[in-house]
């Protein structure tokens, strides 16, 4: 007899080998309430012997799960509106549709694509269904960019650039590429990137701007703002832009930016790319009492699986205690931590999600991370920082396999590739990241969680997939087989490793 439970007494994975397959993408990454959002999506045969005619669609749906649980169903077609703006012909075989979400909080949209396909080894016509899924978070912000910027003085070698804005939002980060007007040719020309976390204070958000970058690109004024973006620091996703197309004249910058001269090998600085560290910190005064080193635990762990390793010294172990928050968030919570047990110099080691939290921090704040020397900022191991495959509508099935709590819309294939946008280049520098595996190139195959396996691309630790565990600009540091995500695998824990945990604890800055 099958016993009352809240989950499925079963579950039926179908694996489909035949060459047919979906794709899809958003039509827009602006997501916030009142704004239309679009899928594009096609079939495509992948087989050797396909032809361009042997695929009819005869149907093509965009289904929409709302915040409330709410199940829409909206006819996608080849002539849609959308597929114009994007420079798509109609009746080319991509299908479109698109929706205006009315509340903030998560959505899941999936496109589900069937038809015929002609199956040259059968000779015969075989029916398909094909559906891919996105996972979104729709930003309550209501900010929007007036165009307008203006100038204003810091010190001899930084100005202040307000970007004018309307309505509310918080956390939010801007971001903006800075041109300038080169000294010789008086033409326009891209001197940098500027950005970091922002309020809005009387209707502007106010982002900094070193002046060694005009220098460096050999431009002075006038300045403009061009791809200036909004987002929402907890989605990720952006709330409000101006294009590469469209240009915002910074009033002012000529009273405070007078440069005539050009220094093509200026060496780039930390303080270029980050600003001024205003942590007072003197070395001197560290207790070894003090923890310098904080170890993240994953996802919804419960504990920190770190916590009974012998092989950590003078660290910190922080527990998230099962919750299944978002990035921001996770940061805040640790930074707090930090803060209360005077943690004023650290590196950290995190495992799955702690390590996207941890390069999070590092990105966006100025903590002990900045004042740590002597080895590696961030180390990471089983970190999906490209996303999950099983973050989304998918986490259901996670939780009846006892994998997870449940979907995190940052640990998503979408939510995590927006995410990634943000961190920079110098932060992906000081990421050192490890993967492990079930055991590889057996013959029947093998796995860390079997009916995880059936979902998961292929290889994987019965949660992070290969494909999505790495970072580039970061340091791989290598895979090491039968070794799983988390305990009650296959094989034993992956932060169970004495070999590895050893060489981060030797190899972390302090």
């Not at 986490?395 to 979408?414: E, P, Q, R, T, Y």
């Not at 290598?478 to 070999?499: E, I, L, R």
Request: with cysteine; aromatic share 10%.
């Amino acid at each position: 007899m099958l016993e009352s439970s809240p989950y499925p007494n079963a579950v039926l994975n179908v694996i489909n080998n035949d060459y047919v397959e979906i794709e899809s993408h958003l039509s827009t990454y602006l997501v916030k309430v009142g704004q239309p959002i679009g899928i594009v999506s096609t079939i495509e045969d992948l087989s050797p012997t396909a032809t361009t005619d042997n695929i009819r669609v005869t149907s093509a749906l965009m289904e929409v799960i709302t915040p409330e649980g709410s199940d829409l169903e909206i006819n996608m077609t080849d002539n849609n509106p959308i597929l114009e703006q994007l420079g798509i012909p109609p009746h080319s075989g991509i299908y479109a549709a698109q929706f205006t979400s009315k509340t903030a909080g998560q959505y899941i949209v999936q496109a589900k694509l069937q038809g015929l396909y002609s199956d040259t080894t059968l000779n015969e016509d075989v029916p398909f269904l094909r559906s891919t899924e996105h996972v979104l978070d729709v930003s309550s912000a209501t900010v929007s960019l007036t165009g307008y910027s203006q100038a204003r003085p810091i010190d001899l070698e930084h100005i202040a650039i307000d970007i004018g804005v309307t309505g509310q939002g918080s956390p939010l980060r801007a971001y903006a590429e800075v041109w300038g007007t080169t000294i010789i040719t008086q033409q326009p020309k891209a001197a940098c990137w500027i950005g970091g976390v922002v309020e809005i204070n009387n209707n502007v958000v106010t982002l900094e701007l070193d002046l060694k970058w005009l220098i460096l690109a050999g431009v002075t004024c006038p300045l403009s703002l061009r791809n200036v973006y909004i987002s929402d620091l907890i989605t990720s996703f952006p709330v409000a832009m101006i294009s590469q197309e469209q240009e915002m004249v910074v009033k002012d910058a000529e009273l405070y930016v007078k440069l005539e001269n050009h220094v093509p090998n200026m060496p780039i600085t930390k303080e270029m790319r980050f600003g001024k560290n205003p942590l007072a910190f003197l070395r001197g005064n560290v207790s070894a009492d003090v923890p310098n080193l904080i170890l993240l635990p994953g996802y919804c762990s419960s504990t920190n699986p770190f916590h009974d390793v012998k092989e950590f010294t003078q660290a910190a172990f922080f527990a998230s205690n099962g919750a299944n928050i978002r990035n921001q968030e996770y940061a805040e919570r640790v930074l707090a931590y930090t803060s209360s047990i005077g943690m004023n110099t650290y590196s950290i080691i995190g495992h799955s999600q702690g390590g996207m939290v941890a390069a999070h921090i590092y990105n966006y704040y100025f903590t002990g991370l900045d004042n740590a020397s002597g080895g590696r900022l961030i180390q990471s191991v089983g970190t999906p920082y490209q996303g999950c495959s099983a973050a989304g509508f998918l986490a259901d099935l996670g939780k009846i396999f006892g994998v997870a709590c449940g979907s995190n819309n940052d640990l998503s294939l979408d939510g995590a590739a927006n995410w990634l946008t943000g961190i920079s280049s110098e932060v992906r520098s000081s990421i050192y990241y490890y993967t492990t595996t079930y055991k590889q190139g057996t013959f029947f195959g093998d796995w860390c969680v079997l009916p995880m396996n059936l979902i998961l691309q292929w290889p994987n630790d019965g949660t992070t997939e290969s494909k999505y565990a790495s970072i580039s600009g970061a340091n791989y540091l290598g895979n090491t087989q039968q070794w799983c995500h988390t305990s009650g695998m296959k094989y034993p824990t992956q932060t169970s490793d004495s070999t590895r945990n050893a060489e981060m604890n030797q190899n972390a800055a302090r």
